[in-house]
């Protein structure tokens, strides 16, 4: 029995440890452990194949309480209002001042700073412009409840309609993005300056020239993340994942929910 209990101990901190190293395969062999110890805890003191596999399934199910008792019922406006708005308070946001000072010492200056109010989720963002290269940057907050993130968006629009997106979104996104859109999710660890030489490889990669970009007015920045909010929502309406529910809103339909699953189970396995 001790020596069950060991095995299971080891793998446990071999997957641990393996979670500390960067490389996408380590953090995949974490994973694995993490499967691995599940299916020992169950068969170790029961010897029962059945035991082992129910517990790893449950990592694979467990989305599902979360998509029943709580996705199921959500629903999403297809517009959303953004107004003029002041920075949440330093306790729920602390780190804004100093991404601020990050962002405008890669030559981008402030643009607009706007809210957005639906159900009990508010929404603050602060838009950056950049006129030597006409990308836009945007720190946004994402308060509901007593949960709380924000991440970091650079994007570049071409003259031809195409979108470039580099962003720290920490979680699967729940919605397709339009098939214009090219995304690239980094590390929500990397500075300012990390991710806009991602989002210059990005382009370079794309053979995004200057004369290519489509040239933005930052006036326009608030009604463009209105638009592109909008024109994602009907996107999914037309493939199937989100259905109109009245009174200008959306829910999810049961091919969005397997999405939905089908979302955490690729970041279950990435990890990053």
Same mark, same amino acid.
């Given at each position: ?18 979670? &500390?190293?960067?490389?996408? =395969? ?11 110890? #599940? ?50 308070? /330093? ?20 643009? @607009? ?28 907050? =994402? !308060? ?44 929500? /660890?990397?500075? =300012? ?5 991602? !989002?210059? #490889?990005?382009?370079?990669? +794309? !053979?995004?020239?200057?004369? /290519? ?9 608030? @009604? ?6 909008? @024109?994602? =929502?009907?996107?999914?309406?037309? &493939?199937?994942?989100? +259905? ?22 690729? /970041? ?5």
């Amino acid at each position: 029995m001790f020596s069950s209990f060991l095995l299971v101990l080891g793998v446990a901190v071999l997957g641990l440890g393996l979670r &500390t190293f960067r490389h996408p =395969i380590c953090r995949r062999m974490s994973v694995a452990c993490l499967l691995f110890t #599940s299916f020992l805890i169950g068969y170790l003191p029961t010897g029962s194949w059945a035991v082992g596999v129910i517990l790893v399934a449950f990592w694979i199910l467990l989305p599902w309480v979360e998509i029943i008792a709580r996705v199921r019922k959500l629903r999403l406006p297809i517009e959303r209002v953004f107004s003029e708005s002041s920075p949440p308070r /330093d306790e729920l946001f602390p780190f804004l001042s100093v991404l601020t000072e990050e962002i405008e010492s890669q030559d981008f200056s402030l643009a @607009d700073e706007v809210s957005c109010q639906w159900q009990n989720q508010r929404q603050f963002v602060r838009l950056f412009h950049r006129s030597v290269d006409q990308s836009q940057m945007a720190v946004c907050l =994402i !308060h509901q409840g007593r949960i709380a993130f924000c991440y970091v968006s650079l994007m570049t629009r071409s003259r031809g309609g195409q979108v470039f997106l580099t962003w720290t979104y920490p979680f699967a996104y729940s919605l397709k993005f339009l098939p214009s859109t090219r995304v690239q999710r980094v590390r929500s /660890d990397l500075s =300012i300056e990390q991710i806009c030489d991602a !989002h210059r #490889s990005m382009l370079s990669k +794309a !053979h995004l020239d200057t004369v /290519d970009v489509q040239p933005l007015v930052p006036d326009q920045m608030r @009604d463009l993340l209105e638009q592109d909010l909008k @024109d994602q =929502i009907e996107h999914n309406v037309r &493939t199937g994942l989100l +259905a109109p529910a009245g009174n200008r809103e959306v829910r999810y339909t049961w091919r969005g929910m397997l999405y939905l699953w089908s979302r955490f189970l690729l /970041d279950f396995v990435r990890m990053t």
